[in-house]
């Protein structure tokens, strides 16, 4: 499952707060019964060629993937993604970030990503030896 969501309409204030962005990526995988599994990376980008294009971006490892956020004060927009391999609320995700970033139109796609039968039918791959590496036919 991949929630796609673009947030117009957002408050600038909180979309430039760096420390926003990383408590958002540090509890918001717990929050939606996810396990977070790194550290919230999180820059704040200044130098592109669009002096509006600056902002905050932020990462955070799952152990069912990832999620990211990028801000855009100057345009009070960001596109958030979340990709799980396990289900999750989409709707409950959306209402959360539209209220910690004050956005007023949400734009979101939600992607079935893999194969549905995924892990059932597909059987883990047995290794010979110390060091085999698994193949795909």
């Not at 969501?5 to 430039?16: E, K, S």
């Not at 540090?26 to 592109?48: F, N, Q």
């Not at 391999?85 to 209402?95: I, R, S, T, Y």
Request: charged share 25%; aromatic share 8%.
């Amino acid at each position: 499952m991949h929630l796609v969501m673009d947030g117009y309409g957002a408050d600038a204030h909180r979309l430039q707060d760096e420390s926003l962005v990383r408590e958002l990526l540090d509890i918001y995988p717990d929050a939606i019964g996810m396990t977070k599994i790194s550290e919230p990376l999180v820059h704040r980008y200044t130098d592109g060629k669009v002096p509006v294009d600056w902002g905050v971006s932020g990462f955070v490892l799952i152990a069912e993937s990832h999620i990211s956020v990028h801000t855009f004060p100057d345009r009070g927009y960001l596109n958030v993604d979340i990709f799980s391999c396990k289900p999750f609320d989409a709707e409950l995700a959306v209402n959360e970030l539209r209220g910690r970033f004050g956005i007023t139109d949400v734009r979101m796609q939600v992607l079935d990503r893999g194969l549905e039968e995924f892990p059932d039918k597909h059987a883990e791959p047995e290794l010979s030896g110390a060091g085999a590496t698994p193949t795909s036919v």
